[in-house]
Protein backbone atom coordinates (compact mmCIF):
# COMPACT_ATOMS: atom_id res chain seq x y z
CA UNK A 1 0.00 0.00 0.00
CA UNK A 2 2.97 1.94 0.39
CA UNK A 3 3.70 2.41 -3.07
CA UNK A 4 0.04 3.35 -3.59
CA UNK A 5 -0.39 5.97 -1.82
CA UNK A 6 2.28 7.96 -3.83
CA UNK A 7 0.51 7.26 -6.87
CA UNK A 8 -1.61 10.72 -7.36
CA UNK A 9 -3.16 10.02 -10.99
CA UNK A 10 -6.22 8.73 -8.64
CA UNK A 11 -9.15 8.90 -11.24
CA UNK A 12 -11.50 11.60 -10.31
CA UNK A 13 -14.24 9.37 -10.82
CA UNK A 14 -13.35 7.31 -8.25
CA UNK A 15 -12.45 10.38 -5.53
CA UNK A 16 -16.37 11.19 -6.53
CA UNK A 17 -17.54 7.60 -5.52
CA UNK A 18 -15.16 8.16 -2.39
CA UNK A 19 -16.82 11.23 -1.09
CA UNK A 20 -20.02 10.57 -1.93
CA UNK A 21 -19.77 7.53 -0.32
CA UNK A 22 -18.41 8.80 2.83
CA UNK A 23 -21.16 11.68 2.97
CA UNK A 24 -23.32 8.11 3.25
CA UNK A 25 -21.99 5.89 5.58
CA UNK A 26 -18.76 7.67 6.82
CA UNK A 27 -20.36 8.30 10.18
CA UNK A 28 -20.57 4.49 11.12
CA UNK A 29 -17.66 3.58 12.74
CA UNK A 30 -16.68 0.08 13.61
CA UNK A 31 -16.09 -0.49 17.77
CA UNK A 32 -13.12 -3.47 17.77
CA UNK A 33 -12.24 -4.90 21.11
CA UNK A 34 -8.67 -3.81 19.87
CA UNK A 35 -8.36 0.20 18.34
CA UNK A 36 -5.94 -1.61 15.90
CA UNK A 37 -4.34 1.43 14.01
CA UNK A 38 -3.73 0.67 10.56
CA UNK A 39 -2.40 3.68 9.69
CA UNK A 40 0.79 3.32 11.82
CA UNK A 41 1.04 -0.34 10.74
CA UNK A 42 0.98 0.87 6.93
CA UNK A 43 3.52 3.64 8.12
CA UNK A 44 6.29 1.18 9.36
CA UNK A 45 6.18 -0.30 5.50
CA UNK A 46 3.56 -3.27 5.74
CA UNK A 47 1.19 -3.99 3.00
CA UNK A 48 -2.71 -5.13 3.00
CA UNK A 49 -1.45 -8.39 2.04
CA UNK A 50 0.98 -8.95 4.72
CA UNK A 51 -1.52 -9.95 6.99
CA UNK A 52 -4.48 -10.12 4.73
CA UNK A 53 -2.75 -13.14 3.38
CA UNK A 54 -5.41 -14.84 1.09
CA UNK A 55 -6.95 -11.68 -0.57
CA UNK A 56 -4.77 -13.08 -3.62
CA UNK A 57 -5.75 -16.92 -3.65
CA UNK A 58 -9.12 -17.16 -1.39
CA UNK A 59 -12.43 -15.81 -1.25
CA UNK A 60 -11.86 -14.08 1.82
CA UNK A 61 -9.38 -11.47 2.60
CA UNK A 62 -8.33 -13.03 6.42
CA UNK A 63 -7.25 -11.86 9.48
CA UNK A 64 -4.43 -11.94 11.02
CA UNK A 65 -3.80 -14.87 13.85
CA UNK A 66 -2.94 -13.27 17.63
CA UNK A 67 0.11 -15.78 16.14
CA UNK A 68 1.42 -13.54 13.56
CA UNK A 69 0.48 -10.60 15.43
CA UNK A 70 3.18 -11.56 17.95
CA UNK A 71 5.70 -12.68 15.43
CA UNK A 72 6.36 -8.89 15.52
CA UNK A 73 5.69 -7.81 18.53
CA UNK A 74 6.69 -10.42 20.69
CA UNK A 75 10.00 -8.72 19.99
CA UNK A 76 9.13 -4.61 19.37
CA UNK A 77 6.43 -2.08 20.32
CA UNK A 78 5.28 -4.07 23.45
CA UNK A 79 3.95 -0.91 25.23
CA UNK A 80 1.10 0.49 24.00
CA UNK A 81 -2.43 -0.01 25.54
CA UNK A 82 -3.54 -1.87 22.13
CA UNK A 83 -0.10 -4.67 22.50
CA UNK A 84 -0.89 -5.00 25.86
CA UNK A 85 -4.81 -6.12 25.27
CA UNK A 86 -2.94 -7.98 22.42
CA UNK A 87 -0.67 -9.69 24.92
CA UNK A 88 -3.31 -11.04 26.91
CA UNK A 89 -4.99 -12.55 24.26
CA UNK A 90 -1.92 -14.57 23.23
CA UNK A 91 -1.47 -15.68 26.65
CA UNK A 92 -4.61 -16.90 26.89
CA UNK A 93 -4.22 -18.24 23.50
CA UNK A 94 -7.76 -17.09 22.28
CA UNK A 95 -7.91 -14.95 18.94
CA UNK A 96 -9.16 -11.68 18.88
CA UNK A 97 -12.89 -11.07 18.44
CA UNK A 98 -12.54 -8.43 15.83
CA UNK A 99 -15.94 -6.96 14.67
CA UNK A 100 -16.73 -7.60 11.04
CA UNK A 101 -16.77 -3.60 8.91
CA UNK A 102 -17.57 -4.92 5.71
CA UNK A 103 -19.78 -7.64 4.52
CA UNK A 104 -22.55 -8.59 2.40
CA UNK A 105 -26.16 -9.06 3.87
CA UNK A 106 -27.18 -12.82 3.39
CA UNK A 107 -30.25 -11.58 1.60
CA UNK A 108 -27.90 -10.31 -1.07
CA UNK A 109 -26.54 -13.76 -1.80
CA UNK A 110 -23.61 -12.48 -3.43
CA UNK A 111 -20.34 -15.12 -3.19
CA UNK A 112 -17.80 -12.57 -3.40
CA UNK A 113 -13.99 -13.70 -4.32
CA UNK A 114 -11.46 -10.85 -3.09
CA UNK A 115 -9.06 -12.72 -5.48
CA UNK A 116 -10.67 -12.48 -8.62
CA UNK A 117 -10.63 -8.78 -8.20
CA UNK A 118 -6.35 -8.88 -7.11
CA UNK A 119 -5.55 -10.17 -10.27
CA UNK A 120 -8.07 -7.89 -11.97
CA UNK A 121 -5.63 -5.35 -10.77
CA UNK A 122 -8.48 -3.46 -8.72
CA UNK A 123 -6.72 -1.55 -5.66
CA UNK A 124 -7.66 -2.50 -2.42
CA UNK A 125 -9.02 1.53 -1.96
CA UNK A 126 -11.37 1.14 -4.57
CA UNK A 127 -13.78 -0.45 -2.30
CA UNK A 128 -12.14 -0.04 1.41
CA UNK A 129 -11.74 3.52 1.05
CA UNK A 130 -8.15 4.91 2.32
CA UNK A 131 -7.72 2.38 5.42
CA UNK A 132 -3.74 3.56 5.22
CA UNK A 133 -5.23 6.92 6.72
CA UNK A 134 -7.64 5.13 9.34
CA UNK A 135 -6.86 3.93 12.64
CA UNK A 136 -9.90 1.39 13.31
CA UNK A 137 -11.18 0.77 9.62
CA UNK A 138 -14.11 2.01 9.02
CA UNK A 139 -16.77 1.45 6.60
CA UNK A 140 -16.16 3.96 3.89
CA UNK A 141 -17.51 2.70 0.70
CA UNK A 142 -21.03 1.39 0.67
CA UNK A 143 -20.97 -1.83 -1.11
CA UNK A 144 -24.21 -1.66 -3.24
CA UNK A 145 -24.81 -4.05 -6.57
CA UNK A 146 -24.32 -0.57 -8.81
CA UNK A 147 -21.08 0.53 -7.26
CA UNK A 148 -19.93 -3.26 -8.58
CA UNK A 149 -22.08 -2.68 -11.65
CA UNK A 150 -20.61 0.65 -12.49
CA UNK A 151 -17.02 -0.79 -12.08
CA UNK A 152 -17.42 -4.40 -13.67
CA UNK A 153 -19.06 -1.81 -17.16
CA UNK A 154 -15.99 0.31 -16.95
CA UNK A 155 -13.65 -2.46 -16.80
CA UNK A 156 -15.30 -4.87 -19.36
CA UNK A 157 -15.40 -7.19 -16.88
CA UNK A 158 -18.67 -9.97 -16.65
CA UNK A 159 -21.91 -8.71 -16.50
CA UNK A 160 -23.43 -12.27 -16.27
CA UNK A 161 -25.91 -12.94 -13.02
CA UNK A 162 -24.24 -15.92 -12.13
CA UNK A 163 -20.53 -14.81 -11.73
CA UNK A 164 -21.47 -13.46 -8.50
CA UNK A 165 -24.74 -14.59 -7.31
CA UNK A 166 -24.77 -18.61 -7.20
CA UNK B 1 -11.51 -10.41 -15.82
CA UNK B 2 -10.78 -9.78 -19.23
CA UNK B 3 -12.58 -12.11 -21.19
CA UNK B 4 -13.54 -10.64 -24.58
CA UNK B 5 -10.69 -11.66 -26.39
CA UNK B 6 -11.09 -15.15 -25.19
CA UNK B 7 -13.42 -17.29 -26.76
CA UNK B 8 -16.05 -17.74 -24.42
CA UNK B 9 -16.72 -21.20 -23.03
CA UNK B 10 -19.79 -23.22 -24.26
CA UNK B 11 -20.04 -26.13 -20.90
CA UNK B 12 -21.39 -29.42 -21.93
CA UNK B 13 -21.68 -33.04 -20.68
CA UNK B 14 -21.22 -36.20 -22.10
CA UNK B 15 -23.21 -39.19 -20.22
CA UNK B 16 -22.12 -43.07 -21.36
CA UNK B 17 -25.17 -44.95 -20.58
CA UNK B 18 -23.14 -48.64 -21.08
CA UNK B 19 -21.06 -47.41 -18.22
CA UNK B 20 -23.68 -45.82 -15.42
CA UNK B 21 -24.32 -49.07 -13.46
CA UNK B 22 -27.25 -46.83 -11.26
CA UNK B 23 -25.05 -46.59 -8.10
CA UNK B 24 -26.29 -43.09 -7.37
CA UNK B 25 -22.80 -41.85 -6.20
CA UNK B 26 -23.30 -38.83 -8.26
CA UNK B 27 -26.80 -38.07 -6.66
CA UNK B 28 -25.37 -38.14 -3.29
CA UNK B 29 -22.24 -36.24 -4.22
CA UNK B 30 -25.05 -33.24 -6.18
CA UNK B 31 -26.43 -33.41 -2.82
CA UNK B 32 -23.44 -32.63 -0.86
CA UNK B 33 -21.78 -29.93 -2.95
CA UNK B 34 -24.78 -27.96 -3.64
CA UNK B 35 -26.64 -27.77 -0.05
CA UNK B 36 -29.22 -30.04 -1.10
CA UNK B 37 -31.77 -30.10 1.23
CA UNK B 38 -33.15 -33.71 2.30
CA UNK B 39 -35.33 -35.69 0.41
CA UNK B 40 -36.96 -37.97 2.84
CA UNK B 41 -39.91 -41.06 1.72
CA UNK B 42 -42.31 -38.50 3.13
CA UNK B 43 -41.16 -35.70 1.18
CA UNK B 44 -40.88 -37.96 -2.20
CA UNK B 45 -44.67 -39.23 -1.69
CA UNK B 46 -45.73 -35.48 -1.94
CA UNK B 47 -43.61 -34.64 -4.63
CA UNK B 48 -41.37 -32.59 -2.82
CA UNK B 49 -38.09 -34.60 -3.46
CA UNK B 50 -34.80 -32.67 -4.33
CA UNK B 51 -32.56 -34.13 -6.54
CA UNK B 52 -30.88 -31.95 -8.77
CA UNK B 53 -29.69 -35.42 -10.49
CA UNK B 54 -31.62 -38.33 -10.16
CA UNK B 55 -31.46 -42.21 -12.02
CA UNK B 56 -34.03 -42.55 -14.03
CA UNK B 57 -34.84 -46.64 -14.33
CA UNK B 58 -36.21 -48.94 -17.00
CA UNK B 59 -36.91 -51.94 -16.72
CA UNK B 60 -37.10 -54.22 -20.25
CA UNK B 61 -38.34 -57.83 -20.74
CA UNK B 62 -41.04 -60.02 -17.97
CA UNK B 63 -39.27 -60.98 -14.96
CA UNK B 64 -37.27 -63.33 -14.26
CA UNK B 65 -35.68 -62.26 -17.35
CA UNK B 66 -35.52 -58.71 -16.32
CA UNK B 67 -33.24 -55.82 -17.41
CA UNK B 68 -32.96 -52.74 -15.80
CA UNK B 69 -31.23 -49.57 -17.50
CA UNK B 70 -30.40 -46.40 -15.84
CA UNK B 71 -29.99 -43.00 -16.94
CA UNK B 72 -29.01 -40.02 -14.87
CA UNK B 73 -30.73 -36.94 -15.59
CA UNK B 74 -29.88 -33.48 -14.78
CA UNK B 75 -30.73 -30.12 -16.02
CA UNK B 76 -29.84 -30.22 -19.94
CA UNK B 77 -28.62 -26.53 -19.94
CA UNK B 78 -30.76 -26.44 -23.28
CA UNK B 79 -29.81 -23.97 -25.94
CA UNK B 80 -33.58 -23.44 -26.45
CA UNK B 81 -34.63 -23.52 -22.63
CA UNK B 82 -38.45 -23.88 -22.44
CA UNK B 83 -37.78 -22.37 -18.76
CA UNK B 84 -36.52 -19.02 -19.91
CA UNK B 85 -38.90 -17.60 -21.59
CA UNK B 86 -42.02 -18.61 -19.18
CA UNK B 87 -40.40 -16.55 -16.42
CA UNK B 88 -41.95 -12.73 -15.53
CA UNK B 89 -39.33 -11.85 -14.02
CA UNK B 90 -35.91 -12.96 -15.64
CA UNK B 91 -34.92 -14.66 -12.92
CA UNK B 92 -33.61 -17.81 -15.36
CA UNK B 93 -31.70 -17.04 -18.53
CA UNK B 94 -28.55 -18.07 -20.70
CA UNK B 95 -25.02 -16.42 -19.48
CA UNK B 96 -22.12 -16.14 -22.20
CA UNK B 97 -21.04 -19.51 -21.62
CA UNK B 98 -24.10 -21.50 -22.60
CA UNK B 99 -25.32 -21.96 -19.05
CA UNK B 100 -28.81 -21.93 -17.95
CA UNK B 101 -28.80 -20.02 -14.88
CA UNK B 102 -31.07 -19.73 -11.89
CA UNK B 103 -30.82 -15.94 -10.20
CA UNK B 104 -32.00 -17.02 -6.87
CA UNK B 105 -32.89 -13.18 -5.85
CA UNK B 106 -34.90 -12.38 -8.58
CA UNK B 107 -37.05 -15.21 -8.56
CA UNK B 108 -40.64 -14.50 -6.97
CA UNK B 109 -41.32 -18.61 -7.30
CA UNK B 110 -44.24 -18.26 -9.82
CA UNK B 111 -42.84 -22.13 -10.78
CA UNK B 112 -43.85 -21.45 -14.39
CA UNK B 113 -40.27 -22.60 -15.38
CA UNK B 114 -40.66 -26.03 -13.18
CA UNK B 115 -44.28 -26.55 -15.25
CA UNK B 116 -42.75 -26.03 -18.26
CA UNK B 117 -39.61 -28.03 -18.34
CA UNK B 118 -39.92 -31.26 -20.19
CA UNK B 119 -36.97 -32.88 -18.14
CA UNK B 120 -38.54 -32.10 -14.38
CA UNK B 121 -35.10 -30.86 -13.15
CA UNK B 122 -36.35 -27.59 -11.22
CA UNK B 123 -37.15 -27.52 -7.75
CA UNK B 124 -39.04 -25.26 -5.61
CA UNK B 125 -38.28 -24.55 -2.04
CA UNK B 126 -42.18 -24.84 -0.74
CA UNK B 127 -39.93 -24.69 2.67
CA UNK B 128 -37.01 -22.92 5.06
CA UNK B 129 -34.51 -25.69 4.27
CA UNK B 130 -33.39 -27.87 7.37
CA UNK B 131 -30.78 -30.00 8.47
CA UNK B 132 -30.28 -32.49 10.96
CA UNK B 133 -27.74 -31.56 13.41
CA UNK B 134 -24.53 -32.69 12.41
CA UNK B 135 -25.02 -32.22 8.47
CA UNK B 136 -25.42 -28.48 9.14
CA UNK B 137 -21.15 -28.45 9.73
CA UNK B 138 -21.30 -29.84 5.93
CA UNK B 139 -22.55 -27.30 4.22
CA UNK B 140 -20.91 -26.14 1.43
CA UNK B 141 -19.17 -22.23 1.76
CA UNK B 142 -19.22 -22.11 -1.98
CA UNK B 143 -22.68 -22.39 -2.65
CA UNK B 144 -26.08 -20.39 -1.34
CA UNK B 145 -28.29 -21.96 0.69
CA UNK B 146 -31.72 -21.06 -1.00
CA UNK B 147 -34.18 -19.81 1.45
CA UNK B 148 -38.20 -20.60 1.01
CA UNK B 149 -39.77 -19.38 -2.27
CA UNK B 150 -37.16 -19.93 -4.92
CA UNK B 151 -36.57 -22.19 -7.89
CA UNK B 152 -33.29 -23.91 -7.90
CA UNK B 153 -31.73 -26.46 -10.45
CA UNK B 154 -28.51 -28.22 -11.45
CA UNK B 155 -25.87 -25.02 -11.82
CA UNK B 156 -23.05 -27.00 -13.62
CA UNK B 157 -20.88 -26.82 -10.04
CA UNK B 158 -20.70 -23.30 -11.55
CA UNK B 159 -18.60 -22.44 -8.25
CA UNK B 160 -16.35 -25.18 -9.62
CA UNK B 161 -16.31 -23.36 -12.22
CA UNK B 162 -15.15 -20.41 -11.18
CA UNK B 163 -12.54 -21.62 -8.94
CA UNK B 164 -10.99 -23.52 -11.75
CA UNK B 165 -11.41 -20.07 -13.71
CA UNK B 166 -9.10 -18.18 -10.95
CA UNK B 167 -6.64 -21.03 -10.49
CA UNK B 168 -5.92 -20.98 -14.44
CA UNK B 169 -5.86 -17.20 -14.44
CA UNK B 170 -3.34 -17.12 -11.28
CA UNK B 171 -0.78 -19.91 -13.50
CA UNK B 172 -1.54 -17.16 -16.45
CA UNK B 173 -3.07 -20.33 -18.69
CA UNK B 174 -6.03 -21.46 -19.74
CA UNK B 175 -8.15 -23.69 -18.64
CA UNK B 176 -7.35 -27.67 -19.56
CA UNK B 177 -9.43 -30.08 -20.86
CA UNK B 178 -11.22 -32.18 -17.88
CA UNK B 179 -9.56 -29.45 -15.01
CA UNK B 180 -13.53 -28.97 -14.09
CA UNK B 181 -15.59 -31.27 -12.89
CA UNK B 182 -19.40 -30.94 -11.49
CA UNK B 183 -19.43 -32.87 -7.77
CA UNK B 184 -21.32 -35.64 -10.08
CA UNK B 185 -18.57 -36.01 -13.02
CA UNK B 186 -15.98 -36.47 -10.04
CA UNK B 187 -17.71 -38.89 -7.84
CA UNK B 188 -18.81 -41.45 -10.48
CA UNK B 189 -16.59 -44.57 -10.04
CA UNK B 190 -17.59 -46.27 -13.57
CA UNK B 191 -16.26 -42.70 -15.17
CA UNK B 192 -19.59 -42.32 -16.79
CA UNK B 193 -19.48 -38.53 -17.02
CA UNK B 194 -17.61 -36.77 -19.21
CA UNK B 195 -17.66 -32.66 -18.67
CA UNK B 196 -15.71 -30.29 -20.54
CA UNK B 197 -15.98 -27.27 -23.54
CA UNK B 198 -18.06 -27.79 -26.33
CA UNK B 199 -16.47 -25.05 -28.39
CA UNK B 200 -13.11 -26.90 -27.67
CA UNK B 201 -13.00 -29.42 -30.78
CA UNK B 202 -10.60 -31.08 -29.07
CA UNK B 203 -11.98 -31.84 -25.46
CA UNK B 204 -13.02 -34.94 -24.77
CA UNK B 205 -17.15 -33.98 -24.22
CA UNK B 206 -17.05 -32.46 -28.07
CA UNK B 207 -15.42 -35.86 -29.73
CA UNK B 208 -17.62 -37.64 -27.31
CA UNK B 209 -20.51 -35.51 -28.66
CA UNK B 210 -19.52 -35.68 -32.31
CA UNK B 211 -19.57 -39.29 -32.04
CA UNK B 212 -22.10 -41.85 -33.63
CA UNK B 213 -23.46 -43.03 -30.01
CA UNK B 214 -24.31 -39.90 -29.16
CA UNK B 215 -28.32 -38.94 -28.66
CA UNK B 216 -29.80 -36.37 -26.67
CA UNK B 217 -32.98 -36.68 -24.67
CA UNK B 218 -35.99 -35.98 -25.85
CA UNK B 219 -34.08 -34.07 -28.49
CA UNK B 220 -37.28 -33.99 -30.73
CA UNK B 221 -39.11 -31.12 -28.30
CA UNK B 222 -36.52 -28.83 -30.02
CA UNK B 223 -34.95 -28.00 -26.55
CA UNK B 224 -31.59 -28.21 -27.84
CA UNK B 225 -30.01 -29.72 -24.83
CA UNK B 226 -26.40 -29.67 -24.10
CA UNK B 227 -25.93 -32.71 -21.80
CA UNK B 228 -25.44 -35.75 -24.31
CA UNK B 229 -26.17 -39.51 -23.91
CA UNK B 230 -23.89 -41.93 -25.71
CA UNK B 231 -26.14 -45.04 -26.65
CA UNK B 232 -25.44 -48.11 -24.91
CA UNK B 233 -24.86 -51.15 -27.04
CA UNK B 234 -27.29 -54.30 -27.58
Not at chain 1, 65 to 73: D, G, I, N, Y
Not at chain 2, 70 to 81: G, I, K, R, S, T
Amino acid sequence: MTQRTDDFEVPLWRLGILLSALSVAGAIAAVQPIEFPHNKHVAKGLDCIDCHITVDTEAAAGLPSVRKCMLCHSKFAKTGPGVQKLLVYSKQRREVPWERVYMFEPEAQVKFQHAAHIWAKVECKTCHGEVEKMTVAQLAVRHTMGRCLTCHRERHATEDCAACHF
Amino acid sequence: MDQQDTKPHRWGMAIDLDRCTGCEACVAACHAENNLPLSTPDSAAKGRAFHWIRIDRYYEGAFPDIKVKFMPVLCQQCDEAPCEPVCPVYATYHNAEGLNVQVYNRCVGTRYCANNCPYSVRFFNWFEPVWPEPLTLQLNPDVFVRPVGVMEKCTFCSQRIKRAELEAKQESRSLRDGEVQPACVQSCPAEAMVFGDLNDPASRVSRLAQSGRATRFMEDLGTQPKVFYLKRGE
